[in-house]
């Protein structure tokens, strides 16, 4: 069955340390997201790419980074410069450009916690 | 810029009872209309969508949402809750021509046996 997978389910990070989430999609969509959810706060954009070797800042960008060099993956790195960055974070997919009608699709989540 | 409000952070309601969960957006443009459910630490599932058309949109697990446009809300509804209902319910909004979603605040639906 198509989906994204998100990996891993939990992850822990010390201070001053850069970790990388992982998001894999085999729905062959061509746009990718990244959200950070915090209690009381709902789904905050991060960043979101439409194409391969292209994307933008959503949101909440800062502290954050992203590549887009295969159509299936779309890892997001949390770095050093993120000051608060435990929360649950949400990898979705759609079938993109032109298609704002279709619906996105989400993984089941990495939840990061700080050591 | 678009914006969805969710009203009720918490909702309780006894099984069998009806519910309503409300949503009220805004946008100077034409939107489309999402409700997603998120169940304890996992991702969102999409209970339905209002792209265009009849404004009554019927999704899965019994849930209906009515798009009314004179006063921007999508309020979602279910005649008859289970416990299998308690989850966290998402309002969001996309403007025509536009690839991003913007979530409400969620509002979580308990269940009273």
């Known amino acids: 069955d198509g989906g994204i997978t998100q990996s891993p389910k939990y992850l822990f990070r010390k201070e001053g340390q850069n970790v990388t989430l992982s998001c894999e999609q085999n729905?062959?969509?061509?746009?990718m997201y990244w959200y950070r959810q915090d209690p009381g706060q709902g789904l905050r954009l991060i960043y979101y790419?439409?194409?391969?070797?292209?994307?933008q800042k959503g949101d909440i960008a800062e502290g954050y980074s992203v590549s887009r060099e295969k159509k299936e993956s779309f890892p997001l790195t949390v770095t050093s410069a993120q000051k608060n960055p435990t929360a649950f974070y949400l990898c979705?997919?759609?079938?993109?450009?032109?298609?704002?009608?279709?619906?996105?699709?989400f993984g089941d989540g990495t939840r990061l916690s700080i050591l | 810029a678009q914006s969805v409000t969710q009203l009720d952070s918490q909702v309780p309601v006894f099984e069998e009872a009806p519910v309503e969960l409300r949503c009220n957006y805004s946008?100077?443009?034409?939107?489309?209309l999402f409700w997603y459910v998120q169940y304890p630490n996992q991702g969102l599932q999409l209970l339905l969508k209002?792209?265009?058309?009849?404004?009554l949109v019927k999704g899965i697990n019994g849930f209906e949402a009515e798009f009314n446009k004179s006063q921007t809300s999508f309020h979602l509804r279910k005649p008859s809750v289970h416990i299998s209902d308690t989850a966290e319910y998402f309002c969001?909004?996309?403007?025509?021509?536009?690839?991003?979603?913007?979530f409400g605040t969620g509002t979580r639906l308990t269940i009273i046996p």
């Open positions: 946008s100077s443009v034409s939107v489309y």
């Open positions: 979705a997919s759609s079938r993109g450009t032109g298609g704002s009608y279709q619906p996105q699709h």
């Open positions: 729905l062959n969509h061509d746009a």
């Open positions: 209002y792209l265009s058309g009849s404004t």
């Open positions: 969001a909004v996309s403007e025509w021509g536009n690839e991003k979603l913007t």
């Open positions: 790419s439409q194409i391969v070797n292209d994307f």
